[in-house]
């Protein structure tokens, strides 16, 4: 069966960076694009970007351009999201998600970030 | 890119229906026959129920439709069950902004 499976929580200082991971299985992790998602606590979801397994190529919201980076280790099938220059703001919960057709159709547990000093 | 316009909360009683709305703009929700619902639970995962405006994914029972007209696309969730209560959520293609949510509405079975 399909299954995204997410690294655990993490607690960082402001500025520091964070790198989670999304391990696929269950289906061709070429064949699908990966999303992720933030939830910060108690608000809704805002996407961040998305990944393309297949070709490694991607595309992040305007908001986030400049300070996240997607990248994917196929040999692993296995999608990471580093985000750069923490700040309290970006304290939340990440989902990735498996694409098909236009919309997610299986989702990682999520991934609490805490950023505090 | 703004998000979508949904109501913050709706509620009802188990049997009712209610109907959650999201309103996008003319390059969005009216552009593209690829809106989607997610359903999410406290401290679990976004679930799809609906995508492509009408579509219902495989285990989703038909008590949730959608339609959609111009802009705004409504979900509508008949006989009401406690295990509906939860937030919800609409999300749209919008070309060169792939993918944008809605704020989120919360429902309440009371």
């Known amino acids: 069966q399909v299954q995204l499976v997410q690294s655990g929580a993490e607690v960082k200082k402001p500025g520091a960076s964070v790198k989670v991971s999304c391990k696929a299985s269950g289906y061709a992790f070429t064949g699908h694009y990966i999303h992720w998602v933030r939830q910060a606590p108690g608000q809704g979801l805002e996407w961040v970007g998305w990944i393309n397994p297949n070709s490694g190529g991607t595309d992040y919201a305007q908001k986030f351009q400049g300070w996240v980076t997607m990248t994917r280790d196929t040999s692993i099938t296995t999608a990471f999201l580093e985000v750069k220059r923490l700040s309290s703001d970006d304290t939340a919960v990440y989902y990735c998600?498996?694409?098909?057709?236009?919309?997610?159709?299986?989702w990682g547990q999520g991934t609490l970030v805490s950023v505090s000093s | 890119q703004s998000a979508l316009t949904q109501p913050r909360s709706v509620s009802g009683s188990p049997g009712q229906s209610v109907t959650i709305s999201c309103t996008g703009t003319?390059?969005?929700?009216?552009?593209?026959?690829?809106v989607s619902w997610y359903q999410q639970h406290p401290g679990r995962a976004p679930k799809a129920i609906i995508y492509d405006v009408t579509e219902r994914p495989s285990g989703v029972p038909d008590r949730f439709s959608v339609s959609k007209s111009g802009n705004t696309a409504s979900l509508t969730i008949s006989g009401l069950q406690a295990e509906d209560e939860a937030d919800y959520y609409c999300s749209s293609y919008a070309g060169t902004y792939p993918v944008i949510f809605g704020g989120g509405t919360k429902l309440t079975v009371l």
């Open positions: 998600g498996r694409l098909s057709g236009s919309y997610i159709d299986y």
């Open positions: 003319s390059s969005d929700v009216d552009a593209y026959n690829s």
